[in-house]
Every structure is written in C-alpha cells, then in structure tokens.
C-alpha cells in the first residue's frame, strides 16, 4: 500500500502505492465523502442567506 520513497536523516518517507487497487478505491471513496459534504455545505449556506 505504501511505498518507501527516501531517507531524510533519521526519517523515512513513503507514497502511497497508487497503482494498488486497494488505494484506487480508498481514494475513489475520499472523493465521493468530498463531493458529498460540498454539496451539503453549498446546500446549508444557500438556506442561511
């Protein structure tokens, strides 16, 4: 799911493995809860004024 990208110091850093089916639905799902809660706060805002 993550990949080892390099050492900085004692720190290492990763990437997601985006070529991993697992991650293209996780991301896939991240963008539906982001469209979904939008759209609601376009919705609450659009009430209050």
């Known amino acids: ?3 080892p ?3 900085i110091g ?4 990763f ?5 991993d089916p697992t991650i293209k639905k ?3 799902l991240h963008w539906e ?3 979904e809660e939008t759209n ?3 919705k ?3 009430a209050v004024h």
Do not use: G
């Open 33 to 35: 809860i982001i469209k």
């Open 10 to 13: 004692k720190a290492k850093l």
């Open 5 to 7: 990208t390099r050492i």
């Open 15 to 19: 990437k997601l493995n985006t070529n």
């Open 40 to 42: 609601k706060a376009m």
């Open 26 to 28: 996780l991301v896939k």
């Open 1 to 3: 799911a993550v990949t």
């Open 44 to 46: 609450e805002e659009v």
